[in-house]
């Protein structure tokens, strides 16, 4: 059974930094897209960014690009997203997500798999 679990969220101010970690479990990530999605109040979740576990290959918003960046650990099944120069805008909850192959999308419902979410919350 996959699991993934996210940490790392929290409080921080305009201009500063946070890292969100995924620790996923349950079996080999080897051929699956991992991802990071945002929800905010109202609307649907938002798609961050991307990673091809395999290869590393990613992709990301336009309104994170040169911000945030995304990144896995095999060693220790983790993927993170590392989130500089945080806007007030940036508040959301953020899920972690998982897709068992290895085409990247931008769409939640292509996503089989999902964290619990923790809350990002950036103060101006």
């Known amino acids: 059974q996959v699991q993934l679990v996210e940490s790392g969220g929290g409080l921080v101010q305009a201009g500063g930094s946070l890292r969100l970690s995924c620790a996923a479990s349950g079996r080999t990530f080897s051929n699956y897209v991992m991802a990071w999605f945002r929800h905010f109040p109202g609307k649907e979740r938002d798609f961050v960014a991307a990673i091809i576990w395999t290869g590393g290959g990613t992709y990301y918003a336009d309104s994170v690009k040169g911000r945030f960046t995304i990144s896995r650990d095999n060693a220790k099944n983790t993927v993170y997203l590392q989130m500089n120069s945080l806007k007030p805008e940036d508040t959301a909850v953020y899920y972690c997500?998982?897709?068992?192959?290895?085409?990247?999308?931008?769409?939640?419902?292509?996503?089989?798999?999902w964290g619990q979410g923790t809350q990002v919350t950036v103060s101006s």
């Open positions: 997500a998982a897709k068992a192959d290895v085409a990247i999308s931008v769409h939640n419902w292509q996503y089989r798999y």
